[in-house]
Nanobody, 124 residues
Framework: QVQLVESGGGLVQAGGSLRLSCAAS????????MGWFRQASGKERDGVAA????????LYGVSAKGRFTISRDIAKNTVYLQMNKLKTEDTAVYYC?????????????????WGQGTQVTVSL
C-alpha cells in the first residue's frame, strides 16, 4: 500500500506557474501508474495528467495539454505536476493518485490510492 502527500499549491496570478509535488511512501511509485486530478468547487473530479509505471507514457487531459507537464523522480519517490500559463479556470483542489491496475489512464474512478489534495487558486 502506498501513502501520498501533495504539496506546492497556493495562490498565483493568471499566467503564472506552480509546481505540485506528490511524495509517496510505503511503496515505490514505479509499482503504480500515477495521476493528477483536480476538483473545482461544485464540479466532478477531472483527470489532469497521468504517467505510466515505467515512465515511458504520459497522458494529459484536454485542459492540461501544452501547459502542464507530469514527471517523476524515482529516487525521491515523488511525482510532479508543472503547471504553466495558469488560468483562473485552473482553480481547484489538486489530487495525486496511484493505480495498480497496470494500464495508464485518467479515469479517477479506477485509481486506488489518493492523497489529501492541495488547493490551487489562480487570480486575475
Amino acid at each position: 500500500q502506498v501513502q501520498l502527500v501533495e504539496s506546492g499549491g497556493g495562490l498565483v496570478q493568471a499566467g503564472g506557474s506552480l509546481r505540485l509535488s506528490c511524495a509517496a511512501s510505503g511503496r515505490s511509485i514505479s509499482s503504480y501508474d500515477m495521476g493528477w486530478f483536480r476538483q473545482a468547487s461544485g464540479k466532478e473530479r477531472d483527470g489532469v495528467a497521468a504517467i505510466s509505471r515505467n515512465g515511458n507514457t504520459t497522458l494529459y487531459g484536454v485542459s492540461a495539454k501544452g501547459r502542464f507537464t507530469i514527471s517523476r523522480d524515482i529516487a525521491k519517490n515523488t511525482v510532479y505536476l508543472q503547471m504553466n500559463k495558469l488560468k483562473t479556470e485552473d482553480t481547484a483542489v489538486y489530487y495525486c493518485a496511484a493505480d495498480g491496475s497496470g494500464y495508464v489512464h485518467t479515469n479517477p474512478d479506477e485509481y486506488d490510492y489518493w492523497g489529501q489534495g492541495t488547493q490551487v487558486t489562480v487570480s486575475l
